[in-house]
């Protein structure tokens, strides 16, 4: 299961997993070259967009690009359409979400909700990764679970992001002000096993039906 968002403190922390994360990459895109198959790096509450794009360019491997997650990098406060226009040229495949939004004393919370009911620009998304590469991958991914706590307001939050200009934090606690999740964001914590599974799977059906009716997938 996704563990949440990762924070690093200190900033060192965050420098040398950065450094053992574009080495990994590396010593991967041989390997991956010689069998001829696609590395796709997602996403994953770690790099900014332009991170990311970086790392692809430096790599500069037609084997080696992204899985571009539609809402991860909420939590480091990029808007969801601007990352994906960033990402969707180097994309070999997806993590097709919506994400509801919600507040807390620390920041906001921040969770997977079925497709079409969030704040992510589904049909716009996918136009454009389709445009961008024509064979991509589309996999739906639908994480029923607790909201992730996003702790923008706490001082542990911003060691690796010193040059974050305020009004991108500003723009995001609007969005999550003003389209805010209708009614509660979605929980497990209280729910019995069978409970969790049933309610996992009522999600996971919600938005295959939404992906075919309307995203025409599936």
């Not at 790392?55 to 991860?72: A, Y």
């Not at 305020?166 to 096993?193: C, D, Y």
Request: net charge neutral.
């Amino acid at each position: 299961m996704d563990a949440g968002m990762k924070i690093f403190i200190p900033l060192r922390a965050f420098k040398a997993f950065k450094e053992q994360s574009l080495q990994s990459i590396r010593w991967a895109e041989p390997i991956v070259k010689k069998h001829r198959v696609k590395l796709a790096v997602e996403n994953h509450k770690d790099w900014k967009a332009q991170e990311l794009v970086d790392i692809i360019k430096n790599i500069s491997s037609p084997w080696v690009g992204v899985t571009l997650d539609f809402g991860n990098n909420i939590s480091l406060l990029e808007d969801p359409m601007e990352v994906i226009t960033t990402l969707a040229p180097y994309a070999f495949s997806t993590h097709v979400k919506d994400m509801g939004l919600g507040e807390y004393e620390q920041g906001f919370l921040l969770s997977e909700v079925p497709l079409g009911s969030g704040v992510v620009d589904l049909s716009a998304a996918v136009a454009l990764c389709k445009k961008m590469n024509p064979g991509i991958t589309f996999n739906l991914e639908m994480i029923t679970r607790d909201p992730l706590e996003i702790p923008c307001f706490s001082e542990g939050y911003w060691p690796t992001f010193p040059q974050t200009p305020a009004p991108q934090l500003a723009k995001i606690i609007q969005m999550v002000r003003t389209k805010k999740f209708a009614g509660a964001l979605p929980s497990v914590k209280n729910l019995a096993f069978e409970e969790k599974l049933a309610f996992e799977e009522k999600n996971v059906l919600e938005c295959l039906q939404y992906s075919k009716n309307t995203l025409g997938l599936g």
